[in-house]
């Protein structure tokens, strides 16, 4: 039977590197190993939509070989995770083979939510680094586009598309982009943004089957498109928490302030973690990049035996062309929004509860910061 790692991390994104990392500096001396599905050494995903796609130069790379090889991080690429057996304190790849922890982070991250329509099979999804490529290579040759889905990850990727000189559509099935998650103001605002991108906006139309030239809608219309990207959102992949008995809620791993799940010495990280956060004072979902670095990082700490807590205000970038979105807050919900328009950009404040809980802005930094505040602090805004 091989050596027992210190740890084991089950995914090579933002989550299971940053909790290697963090278990490596306060462990110098014990086996860390990385296990992941992807062949790729392991990149950053908002690049792919807000740059790759759009031909600017990027750096997808999270780190070289060398930055693995001189922490000793073993990063064991293309085997996929099949089973963890908790008596056993072992994860069980597909094959068969057996690795042994100490501890472990389940950080597998999201899978796609598939596109349900006949013909699903023509789109192209924009989940990983193969998929990125295979959608600039397809774009090289394509005079025309529609994007599925009208999310964050949609949104940059039409602007990208339109901004390459294709003609895009963008169909959404609401009548705004990103209604059910920012409102009808912001969404009214982020489809001039897509506009202006040179993005058309089909709202209220559902696709009901792709085409090898494009795509079939509800009305009875149709679309063209050389190129299909489906971009219809994603779900945490709990799978193998969930058949392992540990405690799940509504699809995520439940896990406390610390990352620890409801096993022992097993913690989780990212978009697969329903975690406790101590500012908001109670569970906070979230699958944003910088969130999930975060959580990886305390449950390594934790699992070395230095716990720590997750208390930061999440929030991400979003980019529409030229424009740079900004949203900080819980994103779990809001009872009333206030649209404040600037020269220049707007900012929309989120309140439930007689507090803010969120803002999204567009060349409002002041507000971008005074929301940091007013979020963490449990405040109202103030009518001033």
């Given at each position: 039977?091989a050596t027992?790692?210190?740890?084991?991390?089950?995914?090579?994104?933002p989550a299971?590197?940053?909790?290697?990392a963090a278990f490596?500096e306060?462990?110098?001396?014990?086996?860390?190993?990385?296990l992941t599905?992807d062949?790729a050494l392991?990149?950053a995903k908002?690049p792919?939509?807000?740059?790759?796609?759009?031909?600017?130069?990027?750096?997808?790379?999270?780190h070289t070989?060398d930055?693995?090889?001189r922490?000793r991080?073993?990063?064991?690429?293309g085997?996929t995770?099949?089973?963890?057996?908790?008596d056993?304190?072992?994860?069980v790849t597909r094959?068969?083979?057996?690795?042994?922890?100490?501890?472990?982070?389940?950080a597998?991250?999201a899978?796609?939510?598939p596109?349900?329509v006949p013909g699903?099979?023509n789109a192209l999804?924009?989940?990983?680094?193969?998929?990125?490529?295979?959608?600039?290579?397809?774009?090289?040759?394509?005079r025309t586009?529609v994007?599925?889905?009208?999310?964050?990850i949609?949104?940059?990727?039409?602007?990208?598309?339109?901004?390459?000189?294709?003609?895009t559509?963008?169909?959404?099935g609401?009548?705004?982009?990103?209604?059910?998650?920012?409102?009808?103001?912001?969404?009214?605002?982020?489809?001039?943004?897509?506009?202006?991108?040179?993005?058309r906006?089909?709202?209220?139309?559902?696709?009901?089957?792709?085409?090898d030239?494009?795509?079939?809608?509800d009305?009875?219309?149709?679309?063209?498109?050389?190129?299909?990207v489906?971009?219809?959102?994603?779900r945490?992949?709990?799978?193998l928490?969930?058949?392992?008995?540990?405690?799940t809620?509504?699809?995520?791993?439940v896990v406390?302030?610390?990352m620890?799940?409801?096993a022992?010495?097993?913690f989780?990280?990212?978009?697969?973690a329903l975690?406790?956060?101590?500012?908001?004072?109670?569970?906070?979902?979230?699958e944003?990049?910088?969130?999930?670095?975060d959580?990886g990082?305390i449950?390594?700490?934790?699992?070395?035996?230095q716990?720590?807590?997750w208390a930061?205000?999440?929030?991400?970038?979003?980019?529409?062309?030229?424009?740079r979105?900004?949203y900080r807050?819980?994103g779990?919900?809001?009872e009333r929004?206030?649209?404040?328009?600037?020269?220049?950009?707007?900012t929309?404040?989120y309140?439930?509860?007689?507090?803010?809980?969120?803002?999204l802005?567009?060349?409002?930094?002041?507000?971008?910061?005074l929301?940091?505040?007013?979020?963490?602090?449990?405040?109202?805004?103030?009518?001033?």
């Open positions: 039977m027992s790692s210190g740890l084991i991390a089950v995914g090579s994104g299971g590197i940053s909790a290697a490596r306060r462990h110098p001396t014990l086996r860390v190993q990385i599905a062949p392991p990149y908002p792919l939509s807000k740059d790759f796609l759009c031909g600017r130069d990027h750096h997808v790379d999270l070989a930055w693995f090889d922490r991080l073993e990063l064991v690429r085997i995770v099949d089973h963890v057996d908790l056993a304190r072992e994860v094959g068969g083979r057996r690795y042994a922890y100490w501890n472990l982070v389940l597998p991250g899978t796609p939510v596109l349900d699903a099979e999804q924009l989940r990983s680094l193969a998929d990125a490529v295979t959608i600039r290579m397809t774009a090289l040759h394509a586009a994007v599925i889905g009208g999310g964050l949609g949104c940059e990727a039409a602007a990208c598309l339109a901004g390459n000189g294709i003609v559509t963008m169909v959404a609401e009548p705004v982009p990103l209604q059910r998650r920012f409102g009808l103001d912001a969404g009214e605002r982020i489809a001039k943004l897509l506009s202006d991108c040179g993005v906006f089909v709202g209220s139309a559902r696709v009901v089957e792709v085409c030239d494009g795509v079939m809608l009305d009875g219309g149709s679309l063209d498109g050389d190129l299909v489906a971009a219809t959102g994603v945490p992949d709990a799978r928490a969930e058949a392992a008995g540990i405690r809620r509504g699809g995520r791993i406390n302030e610390h620890h799940t409801s022992p010495n097993v989780a990280a990212g978009d697969v975690a406790h956060n101590v500012t908001a004072g109670r569970p906070i979902p979230t944003h990049w910088r969130d999930a670095a959580q990082e449950a390594g700490a934790s699992a070395a035996g716990p720590a807590v930061k205000v999440p929030g991400f970038h979003c980019a529409i062309g030229d424009a979105l900004k807050g819980w779990t919900g809001h929004t206030r649209l404040v328009e600037h020269r220049d950009g707007f929309v404040w309140e439930a509860g007689g507090e803010v809980v969120g803002v802005s567009l060349n409002a930094d002041e507000d971008y910061r929301a940091a505040e007013l979020v963490g602090t449990h405040l109202p805004l103030s009518d001033g």
